[in-house]
């Protein structure tokens, strides 16, 4: 599975610093990234919770609290201003797709 959804009472998650040395996503943007890999057509409002902002960005995101998620990056449609605060600790809201950030295991992966 290419994505994970946010719990119904949202999710602690951390904006990761320094994403920006990453380089570029083969889907473009990362925005276009999560639109594919979390199967969905359009964009959504920011992922941080209270903020109704359009998110206009990819952000590299991870889980705080202790899951089987915890490690892995995701990316998660954020507001510009919300990316621009890196190690941002956040609550998301509910039922928000995040899709793995892992370039080798999407968009890099090679066909067989």
């Known amino acids: ?50 903020c109704n902002e359009q998110a206009t960005d990819g952000a590299h995101v991870e889980f705080t609290q202790q899951t089987k998620f915890k490690g892995l990056t995701y990316i998660a449609p954020m507001c510009g201003d919300h990316n621009k605060d890196h190690d941002l600790v956040f609550t998301s809201k509910p039922g928000y797709r995040l899709a793995r950030g892992s370039q080798a295991e999407t968009c890099a992966k090679k066909a067989k």
């Open 1 to 50: 599975m290419t994505y994970v959804t946010t719990s119904e009472n949202g999710d602690e998650l951390m904006n990761e610093p320094s994403t920006s040395l990453r380089g570029k996503c083969g889907c473009g943007t990362w925005i276009e990234h999560w639109k594919k890999y979390a199967e969905k057509t359009t964009v959504p409002t920011c992922i941080v919770a209270g």
